[in-house]
């Protein structure tokens, strides 16, 4: 089934829990430079993003790949197939929100797989920053305005 | 216990007199029996360095360890110590830290360093994976914790981690901290000290390895349903989330052990709503931050706007310790200044509890005439906010009475003929709770390894917070039993790499079952628990060794009563409670670990 995460930064408080239980999901190591999330700290601002593939519709690394090794999987995900994959890393420039990323040390490009549907990122998230949304239902934030208005209407 | 289980199993040795680093292997039976970085970084220390010695001299040895949990997804376990002989105390120093630093050295490869001698000129060690120099800090030297983390920040990458001091270190402050990810402190002992005497600036550090667990799905398991019980604890997933650790200025001086005025005037604030971490919510609190891996996410990012006090700022904390030694206890209730405070002591590296009740103690000597205003160059009197944020720059410029207020409260108040009005044991400052109020925390003060201390068997917990269980604060008994067990998880809790907040709400069953999971152990919870007794027990026997006197309390504790609140007419029952003490440690009448009990810790065959 279709899923998509959802960032919400006023939530996030910069403990890199994601890149840790990322890193884990797919590898069973701890290394935040193999997390296919990572977490950008604005200090001054005190604001936090996390940032991770979001599964384009069009997607870019898709379109430059010259093997056909990522597409649009059966659940929407932008899936990338490592048997086809050369490894150019043109899909590293051509993403324009630098999710796909290339490990040194495994000399793979990886990027975000959802989990099979269980995103380890929104699972382990402290304070629900990032948390999964099924496209098909209301976003949360639809929800909650209807909360608000409900409860004004009950006050009236 | 092999390498790969938690551990990277490579320590850097780095002899800053002539330069040399070599990588050596971790002693993987040390790890097991001493868990990890504090009890680790202690047992290294003890083997390789005289109690005796100056810890300002270059024989001195400065050790930073991380545990076996670091670095991995263990709750809140983004933490390592540096060990070293405190230049305060003269006791083992080992001051814990959070943030990032800790991990990135372990994805660097290496589970500990180790620092010897001292390096000609200011330095710092650059490490970035395989490629660890040392290299010439000279620009750096004399630049605060701020400056120094983002000139190093330009100079060899965004992401590399950097944990350095300021010039209260260089200075020999001895209450300068090791300050990592701008913020974090190794706070407490003056570590600081002991680094700027090595003319070691700053350890930078960058890793792209991995840490790897022994059994991934059973930690996975344990992991969960740690975090599970942090998010859903009252203490841990919502009180220091909301209000950090300020949220206890007000829950303890409704027991009456809030210490005002150097603790000269009881321990009864009448204005503790406006230093409180609700009061801190709502006017300067921009956002809660974590360290690495954290669900509690205490730490307090907060701002004062110029239009709104003079002390107008932006910074991190402050947490309940600085609020009240910045604040009730120099009879200060403007919580801007408390802040600024605070601040000046994250960008200067400097411990609030100490740099605090210093000031706290030298406004009590001002205004009973033992120091004359031409030493200090101003009136120094209790409620003088000005004065206040003026001694804490004054001690980080080493200008002037900062040079006297920055070798803490005990040689300040000795030098003005009334050591007794020093709040500190063992020559460090006692923390923000009033053991005439708190019965069992004074017995902590008295026997911690450190010197006045909370974190070492944090009694406030069942004492006040009734957690795990509720006991009187008032009553002695049963009160040497309690801290005994609580000192041996929390040696235990360091050194694995976890935060100690996690054990408001994790007990021994978490703490062990994480630990088990990451090593691949088969101990029973008990004989996990025993390691931290033998951490406590080691740490016992470098103290006597060093010759560092005996557990003891200010005199302003064991005999004045306090004047008001709760505990009116209370002091602290120190003698009883010791005596207890010593029996369920299975110490002599004097206070020492016997042979029977150090047989029982496999500790007999150490020698110093």
């Not at chain 1, 930064?9 to 999330?37: I, Q, Y």
């Amino acid at each position: 089934m279709a899923q998509q995460l959802v960032v919400d930064p006023k939530k996030c408080k910069a403990c890199r829990t994601c890149e840790l239980a990322c890193s884990f999901g797919h590898h069973d190591e701890f290394n935040p430079r193999l997390a296919c999330v990572t977490v950008f700290n604005f200090e001054e601002d005190a604001i936090t993003v996390p940032v991770m593939c979001m599964q384009c519709e069009e997607p870019a690394c898709a379109a430059v790949c010259p093997t056909g090794a990522l597409s649009i999987n059966a659940d929407g995900v932008v899936s990338h197939n490592a048997d086809k994959c050369l490894v150019c890393k043109l899909c590293v420039s051509a993403c324009p929100l630098g999710n796909i990323s290339f490990s040194p040390a495994t000399k793979k490009v990886f990027k975000c797989d959802l989990c099979e549907g269980d995103p380890m990122c929104a699972k382990f998230c402290p304070t629900g920053a990032i948390s999964v949304m099924d496209p098909a239902t209301a976003p949360a934030k639809k929800k909650e305005a209807a909360d608000k208005i409900k409860s004004t209407v009950e006050e009236a | 216990m092999t390498v790969g289980n938690g551990w990277t199993g490579t320590l850097l040795r780095v002899n800053l007199t002539d330069g040399t680093i070599i990588r050596e292997a971790l002693n993987m039976k040390d790890a097991n029996d001493y868990v990890g970085a504090r009890g680790l970084g202690t047992k290294y220390y003890c083997n390789e360095v005289d109690p005796k010695i100056d810890p300002l001299s270059a024989e001195n040895k400065l050790i930073f360890m991380t545990g076996p949990c670091t670095g991995t997804l263990a709750s809140s376990a983004g933490r390592y110590e540096v060990v070293s002989k405190s230049p305060l105390t003269g006791a083992i120093g080992a001051a814990n830290s959070g943030g990032h630093f800790g991990p990135e050295l372990k994805y660097a490869g290496y589970d500990g360093i180790i620092f010897e001698g001292k390096a000609e000129k200011p330095c710092y060690l650059y490490i970035n994976d395989d490629v660890v120099e040392l290299r010439c800090a000279k620009d750096l030297w004399g630049k605060n914790v701020h400056e120094a983390t983002d000139m190093l920040n330009a100079e060899c990458g965004e992401d590399f981690r950097v944990a350095t001091i300021a010039p209260s270190g260089e200075n020999g402050v001895l209450f300068a901290g090791i300050m990592n990810d701008k913020n974090r402190a190794a706070g407490r002992g003056g570590m600081g000290a002991v680094m700027g005497s090595k003319n070691l600036k700053a350890v930078v550090v960058r890793g792209t390895g991995s840490v790897k667990v022994a059994r991934p799905e059973g930690f996975l398991k344990e992991v969960a349903n740690a975090r599970k019980m942090l998010i859903e604890h009252p203490v841990c997933g919502e009180g220091l989330a909301a209000f950090g650790t300020e949220i206890l200025v007000n829950i303890i001086n409704e027991v009456g052990g809030l210490p005002v005025n150097n603790g000269r005037d009881g321990a009864s604030y009448d204005k503790a709503y406006d230093i409180s971490g609700e009061n801190l919510a709502e006017k300067h609190l921009l956002k809660n931050q974590g360290c690495f891996g954290c669900t509690i996410a205490c730490g307090r990012v907060t701002k004062v706007k110029p239009d709104e006090s003079e002390f107008y700022g932006f910074g991190e904390g402050p947490e309940y310790e600085a609020g009240w030694s910045f604040g009730s206890d120099c009879g200060i209730n403007d919580i801007a200044a408390v802040l600024k405070a605070n601040w000046i002591c994250n960008e200067e590296g400097m411990d609030p509890i100490t740099m605090g009740a210093t000031i706290a103690c030298a406004m009590e000597l001002f205004e009973m005439g033992a120091i004359p205003e031409s030493d200090i160059g101003f009136p120094l009197r209790f409620g003088d906010a000005e004065a206040m944020v003026k001694c804490v720059r004054m001690t980080a410029d080493a200008q002037g009475f900062g040079k006297i207020l920055g070798q803490g409260s005990y040689r300040l108040a000795d030098k003005y003929g009334h050591p007794e009005l020093s709040m500190s044991v063992k020559k460090q400052e006692m923390p923000a709770y009033d053991g005439r109020a708190i019965q069992g925390i004074a017995l902590e003060y008295a026997t911690s390894n450190r010197g006045g201390c909370h974190v070492r068997g944090y009694m406030i917990s069942p004492e006040v917070l009734g957690l795990p269980i509720k006991t009187d604060p008032l009553v002695t008994e049963g009160k040497g039993a309690l801290l005994k067990t609580f000192q041996d998880l929390t040696a235990l809790c360091d050194s694995t790499g976890i935060c100690l907040f996690t054990t408001f709400a994790l007990g021994l069953p978490e703490l062990a079952g994480q630990y088990r999971e990451a090593v691949d152990s088969d101990e029973s919870d008990e004989e996990i628990l025993l390691k931290g007794e033998r951490i406590w027990n080691l740490e016992k026997r470098f103290n006597m060794e060093a010759g560092v006197e005996k557990d003891t309390l200010p005199p302003r504790l064991l005999r004045e009563e306090l004047p008001s609140g709760p505990a009116k007419g209370k002091v602290a029952e120190l003698q009883t409670m010791l005596a207890d003490y010593y029996e369920v440690r299975g110490w002599s009448k004097e206070g020492e670990p016997t042979s029977e009990k150090l047989k029982e810790l496999e500790l007999q065959d150490i020698s110093f």
